[in-house]
């Protein structure tokens, strides 16, 4: 069964555009079953580590039991409040047509208050039918931000760089959970196996690592219908044993459920009681998937499978594990899997529980002695448990990898689409062998699940309050709700974990500082590159050529047009750019029909193939020069399998014959032109008008905008001269000219940028893939232009 889903069960929920159909009970079930293997293979997988990491340090228990009841009520009203409260019912809400996560609340802040994070973004991006700017007037208080971020553009730098660093600490969390939960889940060997040396469960827990990031390649689809039955069997385990251990060892440890406990947990252990709560916070670690992973699933499914098994069961494990810590101080490193009962025990619970029941005394024998090896069960369930939670955060981390790509904020990168059945599932090769190298490292260098706690606490804990912060702006400006209600969000939300935070910065020297050296070294790539990338567009836009000057000089260049069709590719949505000129006063020749393609990213997570391209006239007909503008999400994948070329000549096509229908029209106004098609007969062309490229308007003739539907020319007089000739280049062959810019910083430029641009921007840019390796051009029909860009 796969474990996830097409975005469209995930676009049917609430938010969605009306008309679409609400997804079944049997759907929303399903899906709340497939969510198990991937949403909450992290956070069910925490009762291995949280009270091991909580008493690591020096804090110790005493007979009364004071210092066990007060970290379980801690755990206990933890998991309620951020993941219950905040996620459920809050953050889930303020999805981006399906979508969650960092990008999805930032790009709903950059489309309502107008930050634009991308180049390119133009007028006619707004008219997409996923850019969703419906909702109520804007308040005081969302115009007095949406102000503040327009004038200052210190604030827009700020935001980014938050947003930044939550996904940075995202892909941390890529490295310390795979470390972690494995070698959590292989320890518990030394409970049965005493004399097993430390470095043989490091061994065994680096093949394990290994094995997981070598089967990557292969995409989670191919596994993933055994995801959530382990899932559910590892939750309804810890589940069942947690209540053996309440009723086994101390019933009353239900009464560390009152909120009473936690502050007298503070009184009594004063500062260390304070420091342990870095350890407590690693009983949430994975919330954020369940907002990371909308798009693949509805939000009632989450909000079921959350709230009816994984809250229940995971209470039930800490209450029970905290029951039996009750009466086994010694055991406290060793806990959850001390905690497992063993022959005796099961035999006792049995008794206790068929005492009033007439049974054969050979069965109730017989029962009692299949559970003497229950540990091996659970220890296997334990380990593949880890192994599915590692699974989910690495995919996650190469599909928030790919939405930096696409968003300008990291280096171009291979991009594998490994299913074809559900949509968003990547793998990318140079992330995930970095990955691996990095957990192979801690695994070796750090050998001890406590150091490694401290660091991966450090990090949730940023990530879920960087959460918070977006969520506070996102009241405002997108709900446009009052300000108080977003400082009531922050203060309440935002004080629990500072709180946390504050106790995680103590333990930075002991194993903390890791998530911050490796966020720092990913933020300052994505930083670097988004930097380079937006000025040497400034360069583009402020070194634009006219192809009137171009056309003019060819008699003294001696420039002639030659048949086929050139396709130049180019990151300006408008003018002509200068590496064009560069190519023609070089070599004065290009082809009969020359077609400017600009592939960009847009700020919505999803283009619909409808939507995709626009189409334009640059200069004067008989210059036969089109622009092409495509457009894609920051979900969406760039690297198509479809006849790109084919369907583009279409849509030139389309907007030549449909040209002078669309002047006769009043500017500005919509309407839909039938196109005769022999296979297809009915088909409707929805055709927007009287839009302009101001800067494309290099003569006197208008630019318009095509949008819609494919389109087949067919044979006959309907065929203008233009669309002929269209069609006898397109025999002719195409040729792809490509830009290869190297970027260099002017001589008045200062050391710092000298440095960011010409050392590590150039290092970035020369061992990053290529546009050619990314578009997948045929490198027989490709033409590359040298130019240096001097920003």
Known sequence: MSFANPPSFASEEGSTPAGRRRPSCKTVLTLAYQSLGVVYGDLSTSPLYVYKTTFSGKLSLHEDDEEVFGVLSFIFWTLTLIPLFKYIYFVLSADDNGEGGPFALYSLLCRHAKLCLLPNQQAADENLSTY??????DTWQSSMLKELFKKHPRFRNGLLIVVLLGTCMTIGDGVLTPTISVLSAVSGVGVKIT???????????????????????????????????????????????????????????IRALSPLYMFRFLKSTGVEGWVSLG???????????????????????????????VYPCLILAYMGEAAFLSKHHEDIQRSFYKAIPGRIYCQWFITYSFQHIRCCDIYLQKLSQCTEAIFWPVFIVATLAAIVGSQAVISATFSIISQCCSLSCFPRVKIVHTSNQIYGQV????????LMCLCLAVTIGLRNTNTIGHAYGFAVTIVIFVTTCLMSLVIIIAWKQKIMMAIAFLVFFGSIELLYISASLIKIPEGGWIPIVLSMIFMSVMYIWNYGTLKKHEFDLENKVSVNRILDLGPTLGMVRVPGIGLVYADLATGVPAVFGHFATNLPAFHQILVFVCIKSVQVPFVSEGERFLIGRIG????????????????????????????????????VEMEDDLQTLNKGKAYELRVSNPECPDIFMPCVTGRKFEEDLLSSSDTYLVKGGDFRLMEGSFCKDESLEILKAKESGMVYILGRSYAKAKKSSSLIKKFVIDVIYAFLSKNCRGPDD??????????????????
Not at 427 to 434: F, K
């Open 132 to 137: 969703n700017m419906e909702g109520a007037a």
């Open 195 to 253: 004399h097993l040396h430390e470095n043989y469960i490091v061994a065994i827990s680096c093949a394990i690592l290994v094995g997981l990031f070598s089967l990557q390649h292969h995409g989670t689809h191919r596994v993933g219908f055994l995801f959530a039955p382990i899932v559910t069997a590892w939750l309804l385990c810890i589940g069942v044993i947690g209540i053996y251990n309440i009723f086994r060892w101390n019933q009353s440890i």
């Open 279 to 309: 350890g407590v916070v690693l009983c949430i670690t994975g919330a954020e998937t369940m907002f990371a992973n909308l798009g693949h699933f509805s939000p009632l499914s989450i909000k079921m499978a959350f709230s009816f098994l």
């Open 427 to 434: 793998y990318i090769p140079e992330v995930n062998w970095i």
């Open 620 to 655: 004067p007909k008989e210059f036969h020069m089109f622009r092409c503008i495509v457009r894609y999400g920051y979900k969406d994948l760039q690297q198509d399998n479809y006849d790109f070329e084919n369907i583009l000549v279409c849509k030139i096509l389309a907007f």
């Open 774 to 791: 990314l578009l997948k051009l045929p490198h027989s029909l490709l033409l590359e232009v040298g130019m240096v860009y001097y920003v």
